[in-house]
């Protein structure tokens, strides 16, 4: 269940072995791969984007017998004769003698006000895919790890300034992506901050409110 890069990496190795393999996966395979612009600490690739990648670990597998299957599962139960009931949300069931489940992730969220009212509105979980709908703004990009400074750099490419907003006084992110960003004009960076609340007109975001 799953196709981000554990589940092709598990269907892969499960086609490999010669076991029937079905990956069941509800949107486009890649998983967060698809939201990634660069990655250039993969083994055997200096840079590759992130759409790339994902599609040359989904040729990989189905090189190896692997069926891709449109669906989402709605549940899993256990059959008396020991097999895996898997239920679909639309079409028969699937029966199995094992399931590896590599549902991934989801962004984590402030739950803080305004975030849900703003969401789609100014509120992204993702600078790839919306990035180009705030040319010439000043945004902020909240977190202190590897996705956050990323995510900041690639958005400077769109915006007038990118501010990054860290709860802590020093970055958890790679040195190496600290350092570019640092040396971005367009980034700069408030640390020991957190937001406390997303403020807009109604229609989309206009500020945010810090401790």
């Known amino acids: 269940m799953g196709a981000g890069p554990a589940g092709l990496t598990a269907a892969l190795y499960a086609g490999r072995s010669m076991k ?27 840079s590759i984007t992130g759409p790339d990648l994902a599609g040359k670990m989904t ?10 299957v ?7 139960d256990l059959e008396p004769d020991g097999f895996k009931r898997i239920e679909l949300e639309e079409g028969d069931p699937y029966f199995a003698k094992a399931v590896i489940l590599a549902a991934g992730g989801q962004p984590r969220k402030l739950d803080v006000p305004g975030e849900k009212e703003y969401a789609g509105r100014g509120v992204s979980y993702c600078a790839v895919c919306d990035g180009a709908f705030f040319r010439g703004e000043h945004l902020a990009v909240v977190g202190g790890g590897d996705a956050a400074l990323e995510e900041a750099a690639f958005l400077t490419r769109y915006a007038s300034k990118v501010t990054v907003i860290h709860r802590r006084s020093e970055f958890r992110a790679q040195p190496l992506l600290v350092e570019r960003a640092r040396q971005n004009p367009k980034m700069e960076f408030l640390l020991d901050a957190v937001v406390e609340e997303i403020r807009g007109d109604g229609m989309r975001v206009e500020s945010v409110r810090l401790r």
Not at 20 to 46: C, H, K, M, S
């Open 20 to 46: 029937r393999t079905v990956l069941l996966e509800a949107g486009i395979p890649g998983g967060e791969l698809l939201n990634t612009e660069n990655i250039e600490d993969y083994p055997g690739f200096a």
């Open 59 to 68: 040729e990989h597998a189905l090189s190896f017998g692997a069926e891709l």
């Open 70 to 76: 449109s669906a989402r599962v709605t549940a899993i």
